[in-house]
């Protein structure tokens, strides 16, 4: 990660299902890039859906990935209580 936001990368794909935030976290707190010149893209994995699952999921990925905000929240799977998902996206 820290390799690629050096050469120049801003975007950043992470998802829950990819066990990468935390590491995308540390990454982004070590890189010297202010927070706001990347853009980071989250997913919300199918078995998190549903209102409250989310809401906790997304804020599990807000405490891996060291910051108060993601960029975009995606539902990786839209099963189950997708509208759910969606209304505390």
């Not at 690629?4 to 990819?18: E, F, L, N, W």
């Not at 010297?32 to 998190?48: A, P, Q, Y």
Request: charged letters at 30%; hydrophobic letters at 35%; a negative charge.
């Amino acid at each position: 990660m820290l390799d690629a936001i050096d050469v120049g990368y801003r975007s950043i794909d992470t998802a829950q299902a990819y066990n990468n935030e935390e590491g995308v976290g540390e990454a982004i707190t070590k890189c010297g890039v202010k927070r706001d010149e990347l853009f980071i893209t989250s997913k919300i994995w199918i078995s998190n859906g549903g209102s409250e699952k989310a809401k906790a999921s997304i804020d599990e990925s807000l405490k891996k990935l060291k910051t108060d905000y993601i960029d975009l929240m995606l539902i990786h799977q839209p099963f189950n209580d997708y509208y759910g998902s969606y209304r505390v996206i």
